[in-house]
């Protein structure tokens, strides 16, 4: 198998796209991916402020790396959820890369909010922790957004992370979270800050392969309380399909990005005639202005007997 674009031997083969690269083509074209992806899906624009949310994983981690690499200088934020065995190996990790990309992190403890670690919380609210946790990251990493001046939060969910929480939507239909899922979610001044994902379009092998191509180094183990046992089967049955079907699941996520585009633009009116449009104007509105003709919409009425007239009886 020879690299695709230099010719020499192939390390890796990337069947979604009919390709294979080398360890150095390999690298510059994921970065180039991740470059385009921020570009096509405005994730970020030269006067934003981005942080990156960091949990020590492969994926935050090479996201931390690769945008600053590519031209994206951005500091980090790490939660310690107090998660034994777990969250001091991840913040060692994170304080690594903080060295290695000469970039401010900012540490949190989630003892300082609820005075117990994510252990603590499970134990004494005697549920699967996930969804508190997962609540207490998002308001955290919000919260140090504003109070810090960054005006972006991105945060490293790879294309399979995304492609299994799609699937099990859609399953079940979570409407309400279906549309919540996008590869950027708009902020709201003052109280909400852009969130942005612009690993959507990366995968998990990608991700590892890139890692360990640039030595970083970063957790192995999952979080202990990561092993909903649904995810692991949605991921286990994409990957399934993907073996016989190389490249669906980046249709599956790219269908579902077009999807939430044109759902956005039907709130769109025309502005001439007050009709759902793409853009401002209607497609008739923008017929007849093509064609030079001023719109006249008269409706004429036939009735087969005077209205004022007394009803005749149908015969
Ligand atoms: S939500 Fe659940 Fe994660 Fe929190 S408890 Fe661990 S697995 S860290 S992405
Ligand atoms: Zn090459």
């Known amino acids: 198998m020879k690299c695709r674009v230099c010719g020499k031997q192939a390390s890796i083969?990337?069947?979604?796209?009919?390709?294979?690269?080398?360890?150095?083509?390999?690298?510059?074209?994921?970065?180039?991916?991740?470059?385009?992806?921020?570009?096509?899906?405005?994730?970020?624009?030269?006067?934003?402020?981005?942080?990156?949310?960091?949990?020590?994983?492969?994926?935050?981690?090479?996201?931390?790396?690769?945008?600053?690499?590519?031209?994206?200088?951005?500091?980090?934020?790490?939660?310690?959820?107090?998660?034994?065995?777990?969250?001091?190996?991840?913040?060692?990790?994170?304080?690594?890369?903080?060295?290695?990309?000469?970039?401010?992190?900012?540490?949190?403890?989630?003892?300082?909010?609820?005075?117990?670690?994510?252990?603590?919380?499970?134990?004494?609210?005697?549920?699967?922790?996930?969804?508190?946790?997962?609540?207490?990251?998002?308001?955290?990493?919000?919260?140090?957004?504003?109070?810090?001046?960054?005006?972006?939060?991105?945060t490293g969910h790879n294309l399979d992370d995304e492609a299994s929480a799609l699937l099990g939507n859609i399953l079940f239909w979570k409407e309400v979270y279906l549309w919540k899922k996008s590869i950027s979610l708009?902020?709201?001044?003052?109280?909400?800050?852009?969130?942005?994902?612009?690993?959507?379009?990366?995968?998990?092998?990608?991700?590892?392969?890139?890692?360990?191509?640039?030595?970083?180094?970063?957790?192995?183990?999952?979080?202990?309380?990561?092993?909903?046992?649904?995810t692991i089967l949605y991921k286990r049955i994409l990957n399934t399909i993907e073996e016989k079907s190389p490249g669906m699941k980046i249709q599956f996520i790219k269908g579902y990005l077009k999807m939430v585009k044109d759902g956005e633009k039907k709130n769109h009116y025309c502005i001439h005639c007050g009709y759902p449009a793409y853009g401002d104007t209607c497609s008739v509105c923008r017929l007849l202005s093509k064609l030079g003709i001023e719109k006249d919409v008269n409706f004429e009425e036939y009735s087969p007997y005077s209205l004022d007239s007394e009803r005749q009886e149908v015969t």
């Not at 777990?86 to 300082?112: G, P, T, W």
């Not at 852009?194 to 979080?223: G, H, Q, T, W």
Request: glycine share 6%.
């Open 13 to 154: 083969n990337l069947r979604a796209y009919n390709t294979a690269l080398c360890d150095k083509d390999f690298i510059e074209f994921l970065e180039k991916r991740i470059v385009n992806t921020i570009d096509d899906y405005k994730l970020l624009s030269v006067n934003d402020r981005p942080l990156v949310a960091i949990s020590g994983g492969k994926d935050s981690l090479s996201l931390w790396y690769m945008l600053n690499k590519t031209g994206y200088p951005c500091d980090g934020f790490y939660i310690d959820l107090g998660i034994e065995g777990y969250s001091h190996i991840s913040l060692e990790k994170v304080k690594r890369m903080a060295d290695r990309v000469k970039k401010k992190v900012y540490l949190f403890s989630v003892y300082n909010l609820i005075q117990k670690g994510i252990d603590g919380l499970t134990k004494t609210m005697r549920r699967p922790p996930c969804s508190a946790c997962g609540m207490i990251k998002r308001y955290v990493m919000n919260m140090v957004c504003i109070e810090k001046g960054y005006t972006v939060l991105v």
């Open 186 to 230: 708009p902020g709201e001044e003052g109280h909400l800050v852009k969130k942005v994902k612009p690993l959507f379009l990366c995968s998990e092998r990608e991700m590892a392969a890139y890692a360990i191509l640039n030595s970083i180094d970063y957790i192995y183990e999952e979080c202990p309380y990561s092993h909903d046992a649904k």
